[in-house]
C-alpha cells in the first residue's frame, strides 16, 4: 500500500490541559488507522525557523546558547518561534539579525522537519543564510548565549561526529553543506 492509499487517524474530541507563551498542550481521542480509539497528549506549537549563517570566509556562526530544559548550554544555529501569521523566511532573517546582530541578504531554503512528532506538531523550516551584513543583536530576555563562530567544513564534522546535540542545527549544517563552496 503506498502512502497516498494509507488510512489516517480521526479526531474524536480534544481537550485543551495547558496553554502557554509558546504552546497549548490538548488530550485527544483518536481513532487510530487501525481503529482502535487512544486519548493521545500532543503539544501544538505554532513553528519556528532555523539558519544556518555563513560569512563570505566560509565562517559559520553559531551559538552557545543556556538551555534551562537540557540542564547546560548547547551549540546551535540561531533559531526563534514563528509570530501569529509570519511567514518562515521573515522569521528567519528576523531571528538571525537578532541572536547574531548580521542581517542576511540571500535565504537559501533547505527544507523542513518535524523536530518531535510523538507529542508535538511544531514545524521547523531550515534556510542557509549568505551575504551577511552587521547590524546589531536585540535578544530576549530569556536569551542566554554567545556566538560561536568556526569554519563551515568544522560545524559539518562535528554534526558528523554526534557532537551537536541539537537536532536541527546537525540536520541544518548537514543539509547546507552541498551550498556551501569550499567543503
Known amino acids: 500500500m503506498s502512502g497516498r492509499e494509507r488510512k489516517q487517524g480521526e479526531r474524536l474530541a480534544s481537550r485543551e490541559i495547558f496553554r502557554g507563551r509558546a504552546i497549548r498542550l490538548d488530550v485527544d481521542r483518536v481513532r487510530l488507522p487501525n481503529d482502535k ?3 493521545l497528549e500532543i503539544l501544538h ?3 519556528a525557523a532555523a539558519v ?3 560569512l563570505p570566509d566560509g ?3 553559531l551559538l552557545r546558547q543556556y538551555r534551562y530544559a537540557t540542564g547546560g548550554w548547547l551549540l ?3 533559531a ?10 521573515h522569521c528567519a532573517v528576523r531571528e538571525t539579525e537578532e541572536e547574531t546582530g548580521y542581517r542576511p541578504s540571500a535565504l537559501y531554503a533547505l527544507g523542513w522537519v518535524w523536530t518531535s512528532p510523538g507529542f508535538l506538531d511544531e514545524k521547523i523550516w531550515l534556510y542557509l543564510a549568505t551575504g551577511l551584513e552587521p547590524t546589531r543583536q536585540s535578544m530576549d530576555d530569556d536569551e542566554v548565549l554567545e556566538i560561536e563562530r568556526m569554519p563551515f567544513r568544522e560545524a ?5 561526529r554526534g557532537e551537536i546535540y541539537d537536532v536541527k542545527t546537525a540536520l541544518a549544517l548537514l543539509r547546507a553543506a ?4 569550499g567543503l
Request: aromatic letters at 0%; hydrophobic letters at 30%; zero cysteines.
Open 76 to 78: 546551535e544555529i540561531p
Open 45 to 47: 506549537h505554532p513553528g
Open 178 to 181: 552541498p551550498h556551501v563552496e
Open 52 to 54: 544556518v549563517p555563513v
Open 156 to 160: 559539518v564534522e562535528k554534526a558528523l
Open 59 to 61: 565562517t559559520v556562526l
Open 37 to 39: 480509539e487512544v486519548d
Open 80 to 89: 526563534g518561534k514563528l509570530d501569529p501569521g509570519e511567514h518562515p523566511e
